[in-house]
């Protein structure tokens, strides 16, 4: 019965665990803001990264039209 409680308070105390233990972000708003600023900086210079290694950045150069393509 001891077990089954200790398990069931444990098992309690895990759950209730909604995070890291140490939380990435600082407490202070002022750092925090400035932290959230840097992240998605680097969220979008790896998107832009991202473009450019799969060549998405390069302009395309065919035509959304037929052209002729010989002298008229």
Do not use: K
Not at 18 to 35: E, K, L, M, S
Request: contains cysteine; positive net charge.
């Amino acid at each position: 019965m001891r077990r089954l409680i200790f398990a069931t308070l444990l098992a309690l105390a895990i759950s209730s665990n909604t995070g890291c233990f140490v939380p990435i972000y600082d407490a202070d708003p002022a750092v925090r803001a400035r932290q959230l600023i840097f992240t998605s900086e680097d969220l979008r210079a790896l998107r832009q990264e991202w473009h450019r290694f799969w060549f998405l950045d390069m302009p395309d150069h065919q035509s959304p039209w037929r052209v002729h393509g010989g002298i008229l």
